[in-house]
């Protein structure tokens, strides 16, 4: 089956860093890849939508301008939480769907946990 | 997008069979339903996804009435692995994103 790998699977980093998270698409390529925000005990939460060759699309309330959203090619889409807080510590999950596939089903990635102190 | 009402938790046994019953009222005509397990730490797992009556995989089956307004999950035999969030989910945004609800906390216990 299709597999979404995300990197790194956890990572700590220290208030006013940037951190940078990549999702690939391994055997399959993915036009279109979403980012989503999960804090403990909730739901996911859709932060952006990132598009191969164009600028991503956010949700309300995300900004992106402390969210940046990279999809250079159809196997690779990059998150970077820029100046990050502690507030922005949760964990972050990608998906892919794939663009050969008429299904509406998505691949989702193993998710990265963000820790900033 | 439909809204979904969804059981918060349940409890189970190790070998008994377990129906989670999804509601969404208002799903719209094309829209199919999906369902998705997620452990803790762990992205989201694709169950199964159906437009109407039955389908059933390896893992589950899917039950959908005519009138499309409920979804009921049923996983046959479960174990203690089966503890997990599942999510049910009418469709997608307009991005082809996927709306996850607060989903039904599943507990099996031995």
């Known amino acids: 089956g299709a597999v979404v790998s995300q990197h790194p699977s956890w990572v700590i980093c220290k208030s006013g860093t940037s951190v940078k998270i990549e999702c690939r698409s391994l055997d399959f390529q993915a036009t279109t890849m979403f980012w989503y925000r999960q804090f403990p005990k909730q739901s996911l939460m859709l932060m952006a939508t990132?598009?191969?060759?164009?600028?991503?699309?956010?949700e309300q309330g995300v900004e992106k301008d402390k969210f940046l959203i990279n999809h250079a090619s159809l196997t690779l889409s990059t998150l970077t939480v820029t100046s990050a807080h502690p507030e922005d510590s949760s964990f972050y999950i990608c998906s892919a769907r794939d663009q050969g596939q008429a299904s509406y089903e998505q691949y989702f990635g193993p998710g990265t946990r963000l820790t900033v102190t | 997008l439909a809204k979904t009402t969804q059981p918060i938790s349940m409890d189970s046994y190790e070998g008994q069979e377990v129906n989670i019953t999804c509601s969404h009222n208002n799903i719209a005509t094309n829209d199919y339903i999906t369902w998705y397990q997620q452990f803790p730490s762990q992205g989201p797992r694709f169950i199964i996804q159906?437009?109407?009556t039955k389908v059933t995989n390896e893992v589950a089956s899917l039950f959908i009435p005519a009138d499309r307004k409920s979804s009921t999950l049923s996983l046959p035999r479960v174990s203690l692995s089966d503890t997990a969030v599942y999510y049910c989910l009418p469709g997608t945004g307009s991005q082809g994103n996927l709306i996850f609800g607060k989903g039904t906390k599943l507990s099996v216990k031995p």
């Open positions: 159906g437009y109407k």
């Open positions: 990132s598009n191969e060759g164009s600028k991503a699309t956010y």
